[in-house]
Nanobody
Framework: QVQLVESGGGLVQAGGSLRLSCAASGRTFRSYATGWFRQAPGKEREFVAAISWIGGSTLYADSVKGRFTISRDNAKNSLYLQMNSLKPEDTAVYYC????????????????WGQGTQVTVSS
């Protein structure tokens, strides 16, 4: 079973950048599709981006297209989210997630979740 631990969150001004990392334990990480989700206070958890196990297929929410980039390094058992041109509305707890099936954009499509990392964007 893969376990996920996020890092890299913090406080940044609008227009700034952050890079989130998700460290995975377990030898089978490379066979998992992975994604990033976020949850703002009082709102439901929403899809941000996803990437296939080999990295050849990606999905992005419309709200982050052109600003965020998802990537992974299977040799390092790691998933990343580069976030540029951050906006106050990007403020949320960001979670990484994994499944053994395919790249999907729904929370119900993922079996394994990290604990989350807080991203706060000030105006």
């Amino acid at each position: 079973q893969v376990q996920l631990v996020e890092s890299g969150g913090g406080l940044v001004q609008a227009g700034g950048s952050l890079r989130l990392s998700c460290a995975a334990s377990g030898r089978t990480f490379r066979s998992y599709a992975t994604g990033w989700f976020r949850q703002a206070p009082g709102k439901e958890r929403e899809f941000v981006a996803a990437i296939s196990w080999i990295g050849g297929s990606t999905l992005y929410a419309d709200s982050v297209k052109g600003r965020f980039t998802i990537s992974r390094d299977n040799a390092k058992n790691s998933l990343y989210l580069q976030m540029n041109s951050l906006k106050p509305e990007d403020t949320a707890v960001y979670y990484c997630a994994a499944n053994t099936r395919m790249v999907v954009a729904t929370t119900s499509g993922y079996d394994i979740w990290g604990q989350g990392t807080q991203v706060t964007v000030s105006s």
